[in-house]
């Protein structure tokens, strides 16, 4: 079974600074990867995601995230945060043979991004 | 287009009653995700429709929790007999058919059982 795994719970960070939130997933067949974003009560916007092709992934909102199959992860990076950011951060995998639907994802526990001034 | 649509946004019930959640996608889009997000945790998938067809069930769905899609339209989540451990917030995404399509969130119900 698919799983994915955020090895942060928190990450406090102050503006302007860089940031990367960690994400590993557990999967033996070929996986679609997301990021999402989920601010206080609301529900979750798709900040990026890998389906194919180049390793390096853009997003909304000037993230970035890259792929690496050999270990397993696809963290989440922006190179300058804003207050803005803070929210919570899940990553999620969808098995590639489910029908080419991206909705049956699997999520992480998530990451609270808190960025102070 | 508004987006995901789902009403109420929070609900406040005793135990023991049974609550009843809706749904609307985006329009046109035949797929359909229910999605449950207690606290601390990501969200957990419950049940896909495709038009009016449920086509996945998790074993998360106990027998307690039903969900239909009558029209391909909107859908409807009931619980019935509520514990305080359905607690959490209630999540519905769409979608279009197709590959590589995106599913879109809406707000969600939260869900307090007391």
């Known amino acids: 079974a698919q799983s994915v795994t955020q090895l942060d719970s928190q990450v406090p960070v102050f503006e302007e600074a860089p940031v990367e939130l960690r994400c590993n997933y557990s999967s033996s067949v070929s996986v679609y990867l997301f990021w999402y974003v989920q601010y206080p009560n609301q529900g979750l916007q798709l900040l990026l995601k890998y389906l194919s092709g180049s390793t390096l992934v853009k997003g909304i909102n000037g993230f970035e995230a890259e792929f690496n199959k050999s270990q397993t992860s696809f963290h989440l990076r922006k190179p300058s945060v804003h207050i803005s950011d803070t929210a919570e951060y899940f990553c999620a995998v969808s098995d590639t043979n489910y029908g080419g639907s991206q909705g049956n994802l699997i999520f992480g526990k998530g990451t609270k991004l808190s960025v102070k001034p | 287009d508004t987006g995901v649509s789902q009403d109420p946004r929070h609900k406040i019930t005793k135990r023991g009653q049974n609550v009843t959640f809706r749904c609307d996608p985006i329009s046109e889009h035949n797929r359909l995700y229910w999605y449950r997000q207690t606290l601390g945790q990501g969200p957990e998938f419950l049940t896909y429709f495709q038009n009016e067809a449920q086509l996945e069930k998790s074993r998360l769905l106990s027998d307690r929790f039903s969900a239909e899609r009558p029209k391909g339209s909107f859908s409807t989540l009931e619980i019935q007999r509520t514990e305080q451990g359905d607690s959490a917030m209630y999540l519905c995404?769409?979608?279009?058919?197709?590959?590589?399509?995106?599913?879109?969130f809406g707000q969600g119900t939260r869900l307090t059982v007391v």
């Open positions: 995404a769409s979608s279009p058919l197709g590959s590589n399509t995106e599913a879109f």
